[in-house]
């Protein structure tokens, strides 16, 4: 594994791989055993989008692994003026040990890892977020114990938490599920994986696709850069929506998930995020942990 550019590119066991050292550090982390893998290096983030959760958990997971992370804006650096990602990807190479990105197109992250010399990872993009479902990942693993053979159902836009959780999802051996409405499928290129690799069902009832789940996951009806989309959105994505029935629909012990941040009485109900937000909030914990091992795995 050179980069983090999508799910796509990773084999199971590089998955896996990822997953196990997530735990060993979160368990090192927890018992006060420094883990100063990445003492000297230094991670260049590029932010074009907001952030909270991968902005904070890149910069302190960082940190405790004894490197240091750095801020870029777009707005204030001269990617923000055009300047050719080719030319940033080729002079942060020669500052940095490594680059997390959180942009729009996947393309411009392909890119960037294309002219640099240095490992390259997506903090989201329109395509995708691995880093989210690595976490998401993570956290069913620590709730039920294992992937394999687990039913997981994403109800929504077929959007990068979409697109990224169906193929981490079926690399890890889980059936997956998603309810979207009719022009807000997941991507071709993810349909198409999903078709060949099999486990996969596209439908458009949420209640249908939640059936005998064990894990039901949501995210936003406008992603970040579709503000303008927003009220047209509501309308189309009106009942596609974590709810009690969906919620009767999946297994009696299903967990919840959600990237976050999350619009209660839209993809979700407040109520049944609130019932599941122990493991809602452990995901975003994960971040950190799982994070943590993507920089380890390709920085060290
Ligand atoms: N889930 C997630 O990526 O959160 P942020 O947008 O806050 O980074
Ligand atoms: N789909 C959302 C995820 C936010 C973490 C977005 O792209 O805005």
């Known amino acids: 594994m050179k980069?983090?550019?999508?799910?796509?590119?990773?084999?199971?066991?590089?998955i896996l791989n990822i997953?196990?050292?997530g735990d060993q550090?979160?368990?090192?982390?927890?018992?006060?055993?420094a883990h100063p893998r990445l003492a000297g290096k230094a991670l260049g983030m590029i932010f074009e989008k907001a952030s909270t959760r991968t902005r904070v958990s890149f910069e302190t997971g960082t940190y405790q692994l004894g490197g240091h992370a750095l801020f870029i804006s777009a707005q204030t650096s001269q990617i923000g003026r055009g300047e050719p990602i080719q030319d940033t990807a080729r002079v942060l190479s020669r500052y940095l040990n490594g680059i997390m990105i959180r942009t729009f197109a996947q393309e411009e992250v392909e890119q960037l890892a294309k002219y640099?010399?240095?490992?390259?990872i997506n903090g989201l993009t329109d395509f995708a977020h691995p880093c989210q479902v690595l976490a998401d990942l993570m956290t069913v693993r620590e709730y039920k114990g294992?992937?394999?053979?687990l039913k997981l159902?994403?109800?929504?836009?077929?959007?990068?938490?979409?697109?990224?959780?169906?193929?981490?999802?079926?690399?890890?051996g889980m059936e997956v599920s998603v309810a979207s409405p009719e022009g807000y499928e997941p991507d071709q290129q993810v349909l198409d994986f999903a078709k060949e690799h099999g486990g996969f069902t596209l439908v458009r009832d949420p209640s249908e696709a939640a059936k005998d789940a064990d894990v039901v996951i949501t995210d936003v009806w406008a992603s970040m850069g579709e503000e303008q989309e927003a009220e047209k959105r509501k309308k189309a994505?009106?009942?596609?929506?974590?709810?009690?029935?969906v919620m009767d629909a999946a297994k009696s012990d299903a967990m919840v998930q959600h990237c976050l941040p999350a619009h209660r009485g839209e993809e979700i109900t407040a109520d049944i995020f609130e019932a599941h937000a122990d493991e809602i909030f452990e995901e975003a914990e994960n971040r950190l942990h799982a994070q943590k091992a993507v920089m380890v795995l390709l920085m060290e």
């Open 3 to 14: 980069n983090l550019l999508k799910l796509l590119d990773l084999s199971e066991q590089e």
């Open 19 to 21: 997953l196990n050292l």
């Open 25 to 33: 550090l979160k368990y090192e982390l927890k018992h006060g055993i």
């Open 116 to 120: 640099s010399s240095i490992p390259i």
């Open 146 to 149: 294992r992937l394999k053979g």
């Open 153 to 172: 159902c994403f109800i929504g836009d077929g959007n990068n938490m979409a697109n990224s959780l169906i193929v981490g999802g079926l690399k890890v």
């Open 237 to 245: 994505f009106a009942g596609y929506q974590i709810n009690q029935k």
